[in-house]
C-alpha cells in the first residue's frame, strides 16, 4: 500500500506504519531471540545475562526463578545492569508458540523451530545441562560460566553475576575509549534515542552513521 504524508506536517507519524516500524514487545523481561538480546547489548554497552533453563523438567531451574529471577531487587538491578536471554528446552513455554491466532499445524512447525534452535544454541555454547547462566559482555565474548544451582544460593548466584556484569562494564569502558580515539561518538535523535556509531557521509541533512558490529 501507499501512504502520503501531511504536506503541512511530513515529519508527523503515520498510523499505517506505527504496527510495521515498532519494536517487537516482549511479555517480561527476558529476551527469547538471541539476535535481538546481541543487539541490544551492542547497542546499549551492557553485558548480556543468558540463562538456559528447561522450565518444565528441571527443579532447580524453578528455583532459580523463584529465589532470584522473580525477586524485585533483582529485576531493578538486572534492568538497569544487563540485557537478559532466555533459552528454555520447553517450547511450549516459548512466546513464538503461544499464538492464539495460528493453526495446529503452523503451532508443531513453529514448536520443531524452537527445538532446533535451543539445541544449536546449546551446542554452540557447550551447555550441557540446566539451569547454566553464560554473561557475554558486549562484543560477544564469554566473560562468565554459571553451572547449577541450589536451593538458598540466590546471594551467592547473584555475586557471580554482579562480578561478571563489573568486569564486562570496565572492559567495555576501555573499548568504547578506543573507539572514540577512531572517530565513535554518541548520538541522539529527536526523541533521545542514542546510538554509538561513527559519522560516515551527510547528504542533503541526512547523517549516514555505522555501528561498530557494521
Known amino acids: 500500500?501507499?501512504?502520503?504524508?501531511?504536506?503541512?506536517?511530513?515529519?508527523?507519524?503515520?498510523?499505517?506504519?506505527?504496527?510495521?516500524?515498532?519494536?517487537?514487545?516482549?511479555?517480561?523481561?527476558?529476551?527469547?531471540?538471541e539476535t535481538v538480546a546481541k543487539h541490544r547489548a551492542a547497542r546499549e554497552g551492557k553485558p548480556l545475562l543468558i540463562w538456559f533453563t528447561d522450565s518444565q523438567n528441571s527443579p532447580m531451574c524453578k528455583a532459580l526463578s523463584q529465589e532470584l529471577f522473580t525477586k524485585p531487587d533483582f529485576e531493578n538491578w538486572a534492568s538497569e545492569k544487563v540485557v537478559r536471554l532466555r533459552v528454555d528446552s520447553?517450547?511450549?513455554?516459548?512466546?513464538?508458540?503461544?499464538?492464539?491466532n495460528i493453526s495446529v499445524d503452523e503451532e508443531?512447525?513453529?514448536?520443531?523451530?524452537?527445538?532446533?534452535?535451543?539445541?544449536?544454541l546449546k551446542k554452540r555454547y557447550k551447555?550441557?545441562?540446566?539451569p547454566t547462566l553464560l554473561l557475554l559482555n558486549p562484543?560477544?565474548?564469554?566473560?562468565?560460566?554459571?553451572?547449577?544451582?541450589?536451593?538458598?544460593?540466590?546471594?551467592?548466584?547473584?555475586?557471580?553475576?554482579k562480578h561478571g556484569e563489573a568486569v564486562s562494564a570496565n572492559a567495555y569502558k576501555e573499548w568504547r575509549a578506543g573507539l572514540e580515539k577512531k572517530g565513535y561518538?554518541?548520538?541522539?535523535?529527536?526523541?533521545?534515542?542514542?546510538?554509538?556509531?561513527?559519522?560516515?557521509?551527510?547528504?542533503?541533512?541526512?547523517?549516514?552513521?555505522?555501528?561498530?558490529?557494521?
Do not use: C
Open 1 to 33: 500500500d501507499i501512504v502520503f504524508t501531511d504536506p503541512d506536517n511530513p515529519e508527523a507519524n503515520l498510523p499505517e506504519l506505527s504496527s510495521i516500524l515498532a519494536a517487537p514487545k516482549r511479555r517480561g523481561p527476558w529476551e527469547e531471540s
Open 90 to 100: 520447553n517450547e511450549r513455554a516459548s512466546d513464538f508458540v503461544k499464538d492464539p
Open 108 to 120: 508443531g512447525t513453529r514448536e520443531a523451530d524452537v527445538r532446533n534452535y535451543v539445541k544449536n
Open 127 to 130: 551447555v550441557m545441562g540446566h
Open 139 to 161: 562484543s560477544g565474548e564469554v566473560v562468565g560460566r554459571y553451572r547449577g544451582y541450589k536451593r538458598g544460593q540466590a546471594d551467592f548466584t547473584w555475586g557471580l553475576i
Open 185 to 214: 561518538r554518541e548520538w541522539s535523535d529527536r526523541k533521545e534515542r542514542k546510538v554509538f556509531a561513527k559519522l560516515t557521509g551527510y547528504s542533503n541533512g541526512t547523517l549516514t552513521l555505522i555501528e561498530p558490529d557494521g
